[in-house]
């Protein structure tokens, strides 16, 4: 059960859409994979687990709670990464493209950073900082299991990076 303070607080900010908002939690979750174009061109043989488009990430797809993708080898060799469908959104919409530099300051734990590498297709610089020391382990074992290379992982201090970085 949702806390009354938070209800309250999200009714006065949605208005009419609060109905909607509130429905959406009697939905199933959605959960999604993103192929990885760093390690195959193609989708890898997942009939199993249900895949259906994302309509806004052409890699992207929905899969079936039950099948478990994440306990996949292709998962761990790096084929597809798993991501919530509207998490996939943010990296598309940037435009990047090969040769550019990018800088991801907020990285961990790859995601969106891995989906902007393979947007660079090896090409350009994408470097990726999690503030966080365990975060920003998590960021590297991603990056290496889906081929970034030609991205950096730091943990430093956004402030830090302003200085050293300033045109990203």
Not at 33 to 45: F, G, I, S
Request: a positive charge.
């Amino acid at each position: 059960m949702l806390p009354k303070a938070f209800l309250a607080r999200m009714e006065k900010l949605l208005g009419p859409e609060f109905p909607a908002f509130l429905a959406s939690y009697d939905r199933p979750r959605n959960v999604g994979l993103r192929v990885n174009p760093l390690k195959t061109d193609a989708v890898p043989d997942l009939g199993t687990f249900g895949l259906e488009p994302v309509p806004w990430e052409p890699r992207g797809y929905y899969y079936d709670l039950a099948a478990r993708p994440g306990l996949s080898p292709y998962h761990e060799a790096g084929l597809y990464y798993l991501q919530e469908p509207s998490a996939m959104a943010p990296a598309g919409l940037l435009d990047v493209r090969p040769g550019m530099r990018v800088l991801d300051l907020c990285a961990a734990p790859g995601g969106k950073s891995t989906q902007l590498a393979a947007a660079l297709q090896g090409q350009g610089l994408l470097i990726a900082n999690e503030i966080h020391p365990q975060r920003a382990k998590i960021l590297a074992r991603n990056f290496e299991r889906l081929a970034v290379a030609n991205g950096l992982v730091l943990n430093e201090h956004p402030q830090r990076l302003a200085e050293r970085v300033p045109r990203y």
